[in-house]
């Protein structure tokens, strides 16, 4: 099974891992099995994990059919691109914890997105994820490292 990205820990620290995905197999590293990781520092990590909260919070109320409370975080960073926070809540009845979550999210994300593009990844590895695959109890071992 593939996971395209995610946090996970390798040697006592953070990590943000992607798959490595190309259409020419030239080396072995570019099969569905393998990634690159990227350290965090803790500040960035702790952004992630602000994050992580509001993905779990939104796939519950995915889950149980209350969307309209929160917005999907891919959905709104589209529309936060051209409208600002004032005209997308402006005439719906959404509590205000609820526009300050979703804007404290889009704001993460755009930092977490900025430290990765200027940050060049440390390891390539192959991952075996197991547990439950839902995003929330799931592990990676990470096999054949290779320093970059």
Same mark, same amino acid.
């Given at each position: 099974? /593939?996971?395209?990205?995610?946090?996970?820990? &390798?040697?006592?620290?953070?990590?943000? %891992?992607?798959?490595?995905?190309?259409?020419?197999?030239?080396?072995?590293?570019?099969?569905?099995?393998? &990634?690159?990781?990227?350290?965090?520092?803790?500040?960035?990590?702790?952004?992630?994990?602000?994050?992580?909260?509001?993905?779990?919070?939104?796939?519950?109320?995915?889950?149980?059919?209350?969307? %309209?409370?929160?917005?999907?975080?891919?959905?709104?960073?589209?529309?936060?691109?051209?409208?600002?926070?004032?005209?997308? %809540?402006?005439?719906?009845?959404?509590?205000?914890?609820?526009?300050?979550? /979703?804007?404290?999210?889009?704001?993460?994300?755009?930092?977490?997105?900025? &430290?990765?593009?200027?940050?060049?990844?440390?390891?390539?590895?192959? #991952? /075996? %994820?197991? #547990?439950?695959?839902?995003?929330?109890?799931?592990?990676?071992?990470?096999?054949?490292?290779?320093?970059?």
């Amino acid at each position: 099974m /593939t996971i395209i990205e995610g946090i996970a820990g &390798y040697n006592d620290r953070k990590y943000y %891992f992607n798959c490595i995905f190309s259409s020419d197999a030239v080396d072995n590293w570019t099969d569905a099995d393998a &990634y690159e990781l990227t350290l965090l520092d803790d500040y960035i990590f702790g952004l992630t994990l602000e994050n992580w909260e509001y993905w779990r919070n939104w796939l519950n109320k995915f889950n149980k059919k209350l969307l %309209f409370e929160i917005p999907h975080p891919a959905k709104y960073a589209e529309i936060r691109k051209i409208l600002t926070v004032d005209e997308i %809540f402006n005439d719906k009845d959404t509590e205000k914890d609820i526009i300050e979550l /979703t804007e404290k999210n889009y704001r993460n994300e755009i930092i977490i997105n900025e &430290y990765l593009k200027n940050s060049k990844p440390v390891y390539k590895a192959r #991952g /075996t %994820f197991f #547990g439950k695959i839902n995003g929330m109890d799931t592990k990676v071992e990470w096999e054949n490292v290779i320093k970059i």
